[in-house]
């Protein structure tokens, strides 16, 4: 149960800095698991997004395709808050 929540967070995560347009990228390492389980495999709407972060805290935490797919969440939630601050308004290097 703790690890579903933890997957949870992890999507959610990447879900709030999904683009204006309410679209979300799908991790290179997550396309293998999203095109099993239906869903496409470059963007994801915002009610896919909802659809596969309910499907995915169903499935089988051993399954490889699962592990692989939540480390490279976990990886890339760093590198989404790092692109965030620096779109920052007054993190700009070319003045105030």
Known sequence: MMLARA??????????????????PVPADCAPLAAREGFPTDVLTDMQLARAKARMAKLNRTDPLVVSCRAAIQSEKPRQNDTAADQQPGNSTYGP
């Open 7 to 24: 997957l949870i967070v992890a999507v959610l995560a990447l879900a709030g800095t999904a683009s204006a347009l309410g679209q979300t």
